[in-house]
């Protein structure tokens, strides 16, 4: 995806910093996505962060590009760590659709080994905006639905676990159902980079430094600034 691997490595080298970085302990209440979700990294970056250029890579943008059929906006980069917890699936463990954009695409860049038991994406298929399988299943307050409720729309059989070892990339769109399945044994340290339309439904949640726009791509640019060269 990203030609040889001194970027991917360069990436993997600061997630690893990052996650053996000393961090304060917070307190998250039950049922919260914090209880199994820390966002190492987020926010800023400068752009020649490994994260960041990873995000920017050129593959990467093409690739998310040609899906949503123009040139994307990067509206965010989070470092994820998820971890095993006791009890039921909560929050983002249950299946749900994201609302940031009529359609958007997701990168995850694994660092880590993601076997079912770290809690893999999972995801049900044609059930995207422009898919074939857009039924609404039952679900909760928060418009999450667990297992039994979404196979009623898309059986067990066809969901999409996307297990892999570190380096492996995975491309949603997130507006279509999906899960993380729940971690049961092995934490899930990973990259999650989100492309959107010029005009998305939730605010812009990165910030990049040292950008020096002569030295762009056009895609870049737009991707930076969200708005073509003049």
Known sequence: MFGDRSLFDAAAQEARTLHERPRERVEAGAGSKASFLTKLATGSFDVDDPLARL??????????????????????????????????????????????????????????????????LCYAPH??????????????????????????????????????????????????????VKPTTDERLLLVAQYVSGTPFVPRAVELTGVVADELTDDQYVAVFDRPRA
């Open 55 to 120: 995000a920017l890579h050129p593959s990467a943008l093409a690739l998310a590009n040609a899906y949503l059929r123009l040139r994307s906006t990067l509206r965010a980069i989070d470092l994820w760590l998820t971890v095993p917890t006791s009890g039921p699936a909560i929050q983002t463990q249950l299946w749900h659709r994201d609302a940031d954009d009529v359609m958007n695409v997701k990168m995850f860049v694994y660092f880590t080994d993601v076997t079912r038991g770290a809690g893999p």
């Open 127 to 180: 059930t995207h905006p422009i898919g074939s399988r857009r039924r609404v299943p039952d679900h909760d307050e928060q418009a999450r639905s667990n297992d039994e409720q979404l196979a009623t729309v898309v059986a067990e059989r066809d969901w999409i676990y996307c297990e892999g070892g570190p380096g492996t990339v995975v491309f949603a769109d997130t507006c279509g159902y999906h899960k993380q």
